[in-house]
């Protein structure tokens, strides 16, 4: 069993819709929590950062950490094509800084 | 100019043959990593280096070696090039003592070693 994983999709939308990325992680000690975007041919980009439990929002876009079911999730309102990329979790435990990623969903918003 | 700098973009390359991957950072960030990504594989650590001389294995570093030239500058070589090698290689930075928790990518080299 992988310890953090992820659906890779692909997820397709319409634009307008909001969308709901999560990761599963089997390793309890696991702190940090991240959400990258990644478009073709570009290097991640950090999106969300989360520590420990609870909400945090920027924007359109939202992270949820529950970390009693070992759960994360990235929402997105008010999908737009350009938001149209693979989406990456990663988490680390503390004192580790070494973060351990997810395969990624590839979103596709429709126009 | 990218804040990390990867060269060289692209790279096919022969079986046995040495390869250099270069990556220079602009961000004055302490800490520098180097992943590879493979399909339905996502990132995978091969190594990791927190100042010019403390320098660590990831979880794949067989094949691999680094050198960290100077803080801004760190470079990964593949001593005998295989093509179970043939993946995307990213360099990152990071730097705790700022709270700079997240990476900073590059734009990633696309090796085939064929």
């Known amino acids: 069993q992988k310890e953090v994983e992820q659906d890779p999709g692909p997820l397709s939308v319409p634009e307008g819709a909001i969308v709901s990325l999560n990761c599963t992680y089997s390793?309890?000690?696991?702190?940090?929590f991240m959400w990258y975007r990644q478009y073709s041919r570009k290097g991640p980009e950090l999106l969300m950062y989360?520590?420990?439990?609870g909400n945090k929002e920027d924007g359109r876009f939202t992270a949820q950490v529950d970390k009693s079911s070992k759960y994360i999730s990235l929402f997105i309102r008010d999908s737009q094509p350009s938001d149209s990329a693979t989406y990456l979790c990663?988490?680390?435990?503390?004192?580790?800084?070494?973060?351990?990623f997810g395969t990624g969903t590839r979103l596709k918003v429709l126009a | 100019d990218a804040d990390v700098t990867q060269t060289p973009r692209n790279r096919i390359t022969k079986t046995g043959k040495r390869i250099m991957l270069e990556c220079s950072q602009t961000?004055?960030?302490?800490?520098m990593y180097w992943y590879r990504q493979d399909p339905g594989l996502g990132l995978q650590l091969i190594y990791y280096?927190?100042?010019?001389?403390?320098?660590n294995k990831g979880e794949i570093s067989d094949g691999y070696s680094v050198s960290r030239q100077a803080q801004a500058k760190f470079s990964l070589s593949l001593e005998s090039a295989i093509p179970n090698q043939t993946a995307l290689y990213f360099c990152?930075?990071?730097?705790?003592?700022?709270?700079?928790?997240?990476?900073?990518f590059g734009s990633g080299t696309r090796l085939t070693v064929v």
């Open positions: 990152a930075t990071s730097d705790l003592r700022r709270g700079v928790y997240g990476y900073t």
């Open positions: 390793n309890s000690a696991f702190q940090y």
């Open positions: 989360t520590y420990s439990s």
């Open positions: 990663a988490m680390s435990a503390a004192g580790t800084y070494k973060y351990i």
């Open positions: 961000k004055g960030h302490d800490r």
């Open positions: 280096s927190f100042d010019v001389k403390d320098i």
